[in-house]
């Protein structure tokens, strides 16, 4: 059974002339990586916000787990599904890291132990365990998207919608994403992430939808889809290049390519 | 040719935010920026780039607490001196890395929100209704001058932002990682305004992660690394040598990925070794 199931779903903002999106229909199964591409206002946060019922559509049925959320409020889905937000600010209002991280799991009425392990799990796997008495205002900006990641990794959802969870972040920082949301997956969560980052895309996810003017115009293997247009991210380097050089890497991952690479240049001394 | 003008002068300059910090946010930095120059502030989270804008604008600490040392010179006035402040009302574009923190909060359009700062600066309105569309329409954001801020997408947002700095004609520009929300196509005309922005003589400092774009954009990197400046260059030496991945920072991808293949051999090929390809171009020619 999918996670997220949209059927013919529009939304209109109040005296908006035009629908934000247009009859959307997707599915995400269980374990599967999809990204929402598409130029800055076409639609990717209305349909991501759509999903967790923080929008309430004009048309259409919107279906989490199976339920359907047309009289649901985004609390009523907190034990199936987790949303970060586009601007972590927005999000996070505990007094600690520490804090922030064990709110979801304490308001699903978790047991004590549970809460204090998933915390210090979140806190290890971001590391986080050096700033979990923090103010999470007192980190910088890109740490507190982390953040506001692994807290809304604490529920252990089954539906992860992620909006921009890159953007602004190091080197390091963006390796620590493309592994949880890749862990998450590899459990079975359902992710779908709006990104104009085409390395979590090709790292993460496989699936892409193209959002054009509030309508899917495209749903295909991200690999087909990245670069095809000026409004998605390019064709990340290393599957590009495994592409042109023919080097038959096992995957266009990054791991996979730097091997068929190693192997080309060692034959070449 | 005449000697370009120092438009940002920092002497000696070190930041702490809290007494019990151990390390201070940046440690002694000495560098001079030029007029019609983009410098390149690179560096891992933490190396104290976000911070050096921070107290080239005069924000910190005065918005954000700790304590200061050493000078600082932006447009030959002082940002950290009430008539420093006071010279410098305008010539500054400061643009921090969460766009939604950067809204005045009272407009009710896009218009009004670039206005705001001219506005403020008492131009006559004849001047900001000329001025504010231009500034809009550099940034590809003319058809939204109607629309509530609070109504517009992340990227949207991120475009409007930077449009109401823009619309003051800056001598210094002080950019936080500012395309972090915009797609491919808005990321470079970014770039472009900014391009153009240093040919007008305005000095344009950004602080990104994004080496693939970057690389081309910017005259000169300050590799950044537990607040000082490590290395201090071109980006093109800087990125295909070994120096910013010392220093935690990366590269660009191809280079990231030379790297990468680099570790599963020994000893390291000829065609893995520094200097490294930057971009696809360079690589497909050294690896075919």
Known sequence: MPVLRMENVTVRYPGAPAAAISEISLTVEPGEGVALLGANGAGKTTLLRTAMALIRPASGRVEVAGRDTA??????????????????????????????????????GWAAGDIAQVTSEMLEQFELTPSADNH????????????????????RPRLLLLDEPTAGLDRAGRLLVERAVSAARATGVAVMAVTH????????????????????????????????TDDVPRLPAPAQLDRVLGLGAASPRRDAVAAALATRCRSRG | ??????????????????????????????????????????????????????????????????????????????PHSPAGRAALAGRIGYVTAAPAAQLSGVAATVWEEVAFAPANLG????????????????????ALHHRDP???????????????MLVLEPGVWLLDEPASALDHAGRLALYEVLREEARRGAAVVIASEDADT?????????????????VDGHPRDILAGNAAWQHRAGSTATAALARLAARLLEPVPSGLRPPYPLDIESAIERWR
Request: proline residues 5%; hydrophobic residues 50%; contains cysteine.
């Open chain 2, 1 to 78: 040719m005449a000697t370009p003008a120092v438009a940002l002068h920092l002497e000696g300059v070190t930041l702490r935010y809290g007494p019990d910090d151990t390390a201070p946010a940046l440690a002694d930095i000495s560098t001079r920026v030029c007029a019609g120059e983009v410098t390149w502030l690179f560096g891992a989270l933490g190396a104290g780039c976000s911070s050096l804008l921070l107290v080239a604008a005069g924000l910190a600490p005065r918005h954000t607490g700790g304590d200061l040392a050493g000078s600082v010179t932006a447009l030959d006035a002082d």
């Open chain 2, 123 to 142: 131009w006559p309105i004849e001047r900001i209704r000329a001025a504010v569309p231009r500034a809009l329409a550099r940034l590809g954001v003319g």
């Open chain 1, 136 to 155: 999470p205002y007192d980190l910088p900006a890109p740490r507190r998207r982390i953040v506001a990641l692994a807290a809304t990794l604490a529920s």
């Open chain 2, 214 to 230: 970057l690389l081309g954009l910017a005259d000169r990197m300050l590799l950044l690394d537990a607040g000082t400046v490590a």
């Open chain 1, 71 to 108: 009289r649901l409020h985004p609390e009523d889905l907190a034990d199936v599904a987790g949303y970060a937000f586009q601007n972590p600010e927005a999000q996070l209002f505990e007094r600690t890291v520490r804090a922030e991280i064990a709110f979801g799991p304490r308001q699903l």
């Open chain 1, 197 to 228: 980052d085409g390395d979590l895309t090709v790292e993460s996810l496989d699936r892409a939808v193209l959002l054009e003017n509030g309508r899917i115009t495209r749903s295909a293997d991200a690999l087909e889809v990245l670069g095809s």
């Open chain 2, 150 to 164: 609070a109504t517009l997408s992340g990227g949207e947002l991120q475009r409007v932002v930077i449009a109401a």
